[in-house]
């Protein structure tokens, strides 16, 4: 029998910390899901799988400045 290849795309494997930077920056999902290559889902996936709001990672910004 013949190895079956894995079907789909690999794992983007994204830094919570590289999202959370680009969201910070541009206060923006679409325009932060462009700069790191990826979906908007993918990033509020992210986000909800460690406990986050988009919320809280755009308003902690404006908090420190």
Do not use: W
């Not at 680009?22 to 899901?33: D, G, I, K, P, S």
């Not at 986000?47 to 988009?54: C, D, H, P």
Request: aromatic letters at 4%; a positive charge; glycine letters at 4%.
């Amino acid at each position: 029998m013949a190895k079956m290849n894995r079907l789909g795309r690999k794992p983007l494997n994204i830094s919570l910390k590289n999202i959370c930077e680009a969201l910070q920056a541009h206060r923006n999902v679409v325009v932060a899901a462009q700069e790191l290559n990826c979906s908007q889902g993918y990033i509020f996936n992210v986000l909800k799988a460690n406990g986050l709001k988009l919320k809280d990672i755009i308003n902690k910004r404006t908090q420190h400045s």
